[in-house]
């Protein structure tokens, strides 16, 4: 995809995050995300990819971190450091790790719920609610279940629909194929390319399962140690012989690696 031919929908700007006045976490990252894209952001354990999420979407202050230095834009507006609810509203919504479903609340139930911040009538919210079920038919069929009796996939589905329910112009995916079986992983991300063709929701998407992630994405960022070590469109990226024996488990000499060498070489070498 052209990336200049596109607006861009949000700029992370050399943003500078900290936790505690103290620990840094995020030591100047850039990201641009443009209209209509999907973009993952990929890292290993503790590379900041969360906390960058948070930062975007308002949500650092329950953890007592802020954005030091750096701005961020969304859709031209300045949000750094703004209100979670407030980047809500602007279109930004985040789906965090681990689903977070109300799990005393039925699937359908849950799914209302994510309509509540918006004043667009009455009619448009039916509509959506009704399409909701068009692109994850399997919750179709267990409206009236209690989402904590839902598997793992079932739940991150509910997850992903309450947040479109919020009618947003962008999505942030932390994780969604946490603890996931293959079968299933294939159906969430396929579920996130519909939405992002149909609904022109751009997505924005932190996977630690790179070759997914990089399989349905049209760009791509790796972070290590709070800072963006490599970025390119996904395609290049998935032949990028670091990626591929670093993120993918693929030794230069073809055959896989296993996840525990692939962990420990992790660890070993750094990007920078
Ligand atoms: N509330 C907090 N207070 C202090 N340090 C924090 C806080 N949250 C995260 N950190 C630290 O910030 C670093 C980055 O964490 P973050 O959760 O953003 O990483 P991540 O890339 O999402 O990792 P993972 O793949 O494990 O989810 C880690 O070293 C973590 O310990
Ligand atoms: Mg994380």
Redesign the pocket.
């Known amino acids: 995809m052209d990336r200049t031919s596109r607006d861009k929908l949000l700029e992370v700007n050399n943003i500078e995050v900290v ?2 006045d103290i ?1 840094q ?1 995020l030591r100047g990252v850039s990201l641009a995300i443009f209209d209509g894209s999907i973009v993952a952001l990929l ?10 999420l948070r930062a975007i979407s308002g949500l650092l202050k329950p ?3 802020f954005i030091r230095e750096g701005y961020v834009k969304f859709s031209g507006t300045d949000i750094t450091n703004r209100l979670g609810t407030d980047v809500v509203k602007l279109g930004a919504v985040m789906v965090p ?1 681990g689903r977070r479903v109300f799990k005393h609340l039925t699937v359908d139930e849950n799914i209302r719920v994510g309509s509540i911040t918006r004043k667009d009538g009455i009619q448009k919210i039916r509509r959506d609610h009704g399409a909701m079920y068009d692109h994850f038919p399997r919750l179709a069929k267990i409206t009236n279940r209690m989402a904590g009796y839902c598997s793992g996939g079932e739940q991150q589905m509910i997850a992903i629909a309450r947040a479109l329910m919020a009618g947003p112009r962008m999505l942030m995916l932390d ?1 969604p194929s946490l603890g996931l079986a293959p079968l299933l992983v294939k159906e969430i991300f396929a579920n996130i390319r519909t939405i992002n063709r149909e609904l022109n929701t751009t997505i924005l998407v ?1 996977e ?1 399962n790179a070759k997914t992630a990089l399989g349905v994405s049209d760009y791509g960022y790796i ?1 290590e140690s709070g800072r963006i070590v490599l970025e390119g469109p996904s395609a290049d990226l998935q032949e990028n012989p670091d990626v591929k024996e670093f993120y993918m488990g693929v030794t230069r000499g073809g055959g896989r690696k296993s996840f525990k060498e692939v962990k420990s070489y992790k660890r070993r070498k750094r990007w920078m």
Do not use: C, L, P
């Not at 890292?43 to 960058?52: D, R």
């Open positions: 936790y505690n620990v976490v890292g290993t354990n503790g590379a900041g990819k969360t906390t960058t953890e007592n971190g790790e994780e932190v630690q972070m």
